[in-house]
């Protein structure tokens, strides 16, 4: 078994234990014994752990559509699904959106996180103390305001990598003729669009690099697509649930890609928990397929595809420069000028997460466009990492904008930003 599957089956078991814990508060004092039974049961999973590794910490993030353990994206069954939300929103009703335990753990420090959790649980009021003895209570937000940002670039990064991993079960239950459900990409996609308006700059560096992982080339592709594709329709204007129904569409997508247009609805009809977005979803990947032979079809699967031709030259293995990749969408066939007219103007002439040259300080990452959306800014490359970000005024138009960012740096907290 792997590492990462180990942690994830860890993860569930303790999750389980957690929830069982804090419900068994909403009807007891916690000094009853149901509730000391639920706290011996947790402590010996958190201890199984700390056992084995006394140095380390366990984090677990609750976020309203996601719940990740040391940064791992946890794969929550349907049927756990409601339990599961439960105790995110009872915590988070409090303030609490991740929890860290630590080898100090006791049974006297969970009796009296226990103790200040009933407290808020039945006063409405937010968590006052934060550390019990071996636990920490910790708000966790992903707005893009004051101090939280940090925690929203934390989370999309977590959210690419959560993609990642469910594309490879998706793809492993299909083709041992399984129907998957679907529950888990509704979730990750909500999430993705909320995410969107606010943490853009960090989605477009994420899947504008350079793929590292060869093997794991074919899924990438799909999680910078079905990333790119909400960003681009979003900042175009088009609805949530058109957001929604175009990055389902472009994860199922690894399903269906090559099937003929007239079977793509019967594909994907035993994918019930699509819900009522199904429809939406099911006509965009009929309409993918359609484009793909060079027919007519709407605008909305034009876009994905040509998403879909933007992310496959960006990852070529040389990467390609922006008059490269501009000339490519510009040969593609079966699309709109609109279309190809939103895709160039969200890309721009200076791409957030390409490479360029400055007169004044050589080779930088082009980073975002500042707190006012209008000041290109970059960071400066050096061999061990990258310089503050700083703006951007002397580009130097002669050497070629290429698409060989990063992703390996740090948020940081920046006063400009404020």
Known sequence: MSRKLALQQYGNRLVNDLQVYLRSLHTHQANNQIVSRARDALLDTLREHFEKEPQSTIQVQLLPEETFINNTLLPIAMQDFARIKELTERLRGMGVGELVFNASLTKEGLSMFAKAVYDCMHSRQQLEERSFTGIQALELEYSSSGSSERDAHQVVVWLFAGLLDGLDGLKDLVEDDHVPTMVPFMRHTRLLVDLTAERGVVMRHLCLAPVEDVEKSDVHRVAARTFLVVQVAYANGLDRATLMALGLASILDLVTNGTEPDEVLSKVVPYSTLSDLAPKVMMLLR????????KHASRKAQLLYLVDELVSVIHRATPPSLDDVQSHLNAVSGVESVVLESVLGWLGDTPVGAVAH???????????????????????????????????????????????GRVDFPFEEDDDWE
């Open 287 to 294: 309409d993918l397929e359609l484009v793909r032979r060079g």
């Open 358 to 404: 400055s007169h004044s300080k050589g080779r930088v990452l082009l980073f975002d466009h500042g707190k006012d959306g209008e000041t290109l800014r970059c960071r400066e490359i050096y061999d061990d990492g990258l310089g503050a970000p700083q703006p951007l005024l002397d580009v130097d138009e002669s050497k070629p904008i290429v698409f060989e």
